[in-house]
């Protein structure tokens, strides 16, 4: 038995599942799921001293890699001086003014501990600022698991074919409409049957739960006019894609401005943290202004923050995004010509730093293009690159993350296991 073997199986006796959370159980991919030991750079170590190039990164956190000495230092600095106190500290002001800078639609931001707190409580404040109940969201996009969000929703829920969860009352999920990803049409009858109870709509705007899909051209464009016309409040997830896709997010990129935007992921640079904001006349309706409660004892937690400012240093670096979008095209661009050259049907995309694999003749554009995609020839994949020492995101499902630490040379070796993984994929069927 390796270690992680034995790790797993001691796990599962105290863990429901024998993991903290249910899409790093391998349930999706088969098998044992990997105990790691250590990060550095673009490697990751598991329990039996195995190394594997890592496109995970802590689901996209680690956007300048694995134990960056400027992170850790920061992280130091900061545990040395005590690491909570439940009251505020100068470094939150800085970390909000900087969110607010950066993140074009951001006058004000309330910093919290998770993504999903961050959605909750955008939904939540969504609600009190217009007075209705209803919530848009789409199919195969997963925005954390609070009650009204898990409604046919995307990452492990969608991996684990449980995509709306037990446990939520059926009250909750019917104040939660769920639509195509893409489909603007749909979206304008929702809005005509029931525009004045909506109270936020929610996206990914580029989805990275059902795999990576891409929004259409003018589909989010069509979500900002109906959310304008019909005075519901348009909240874009950017937990995934803020500071992934650009430095402004996925907002910066196709220029829209949500009314709401949540954050997560890198502003944590690998520590809890998770943010929501948006428009001042909104966020005044928040604790202890006004009447919609929010609350959070580590809410902007000083290591934490620490963590999130020394990432958020790092990426403001000149070329930054250039040299990791082109890096992450490079990936795409060799894995499609691998499938070309050896007859796969496997396909690639990226925007920025996040990329898509698909074993389908072209990227999926839909949640029903995502569910034609081959799991079955996935999941061999993903084991047979895991042998080859390169870890992919243990689910057909989720998107994959490229960091400032990979370079021609972790493409490479990636490139390389993939053909010789494609040629023996190719012959076994
Ligand atoms: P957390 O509560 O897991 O910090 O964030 C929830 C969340 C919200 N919105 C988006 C767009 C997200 O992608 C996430 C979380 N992403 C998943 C990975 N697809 C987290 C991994 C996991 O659940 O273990």
């Not at 105990?35 to 300048?64: C, E, H, P, Q």
């Not at 009251?87 to 074009?104: D, G, W």
């Not at 898990?150 to 009352?169: D, F, R």
């Not at 698909?358 to 061999?380: G, I, K, L, Q, W």
Request: charge should be neutral; hydrophobic fraction near 45%.
């Amino acid at each position: 038995m390796t270690r992680s073997q034995k790790l797993f199986q001691h796990a599962q006796h105290f863990i429901p599942g024998g993991v903290n959370s249910p899409v790093r159980a391998f349930r999706s991919v088969g098998g044992t799921p990997l105990f790691f030991r250590r990060g550095k750079d673009a490697t990751v170590w598991d329990a039996d001293g195995n190394s594997y190039i890592d496109y995970v990164g802590s689901w996209g956190a680690l956007i300048v890699g694995h134990s960056h000495p400027d992170v850790i230092k920061a992280v130091e600095r900061a545990a040395g001086k005590g690491l909570s106190f439940g009251a505020p500290t100068e470094a939150e002001i800085e970390m909000a003014e900087l969110l607010c800078r950066l993140v074009p639609s951001l006058e004000q931001v309330r910093l919290v501990s998770s993504g999903t707190e961050a959605t909750m409580s955008a939904i939540r404040l969504a609600r009190g600022f217009t007075g209705r109940a209803k919530i848009v969201k789409f199919e195969g996009c997963y925005h954390g698991h609070a009650d009204s969000l898990l409604v046919k929703a995307g990452s492990g829920a969608l991996a684990l074919g449980q995509p709306s969860s037990a446990g939520v009352p059926a009250g909750t999920a019917a104040n939660t409409i769920v639509l195509d990803y893409n489909n603007a049409d749909a979206l304008q009858q929702a809005f005509e049957r029931h525009g004045d109870a909506i109270a936020a709509v929610i996206v990914e705007p580029v989805a990275g739960n059902m795999s990576l899909v891409a929004p259409r051209p003018g589909f989010l464009e069509s979500l900002r006019k109906l959310c304008t016309g019909h005075g519901a409040v348009l909240i874009f997830d950017e937990v995934m894609t803020g500071f992934r896709v650009s430095l402004a997010g996925a907002q910066g990129l196709y220029g829209i401005k949500p009314d709401l935007t949540t954050l997560g992921k890198v502003i944590g640079g690998g520590l809890p943290v998770g943010a929501f904001g948006g428009r001042r006349d909104i966020m005044q309706k928040v604790a202890p202004l006004g009447p919609v409660y929010q609350a959070g004892t580590l809410s902007g937690n000083p290591v934490a923050v620490a963590a999130g400012l020394a990432t958020l240093k790092l990426i403001q670096a000149p070329g930054f995004y250039d040299r990791l979008a082109t890096v992450t095209r490079r990936l795409c661009e060799g894995l499609s010509a691998a499938a070309r050259r050896y007859a796969v049907e496997l396909s690639a995309t990226s925007v920025g730093g996040m990329f898509g694999l698909y074993f389908r003749e072209t990227p999926p554009t839909s949640y029903a293009e995502v569910m034609e995609c081959d799991r079955d020839a996935f999941n061999h994949f993903f084991h047979a690159m895991l042998a080859e020492g390169v870890y992919f995101a243990p689910s057909a499902f989720e998107a994959g993350f490229v960091s400032a630490a990979h370079g021609d040379a972790e493409i490479q070796k990636t490139l390389d296991a993939a053909g010789r993984v494609l040629v023996e994929l190719k012959a076994a069927n």
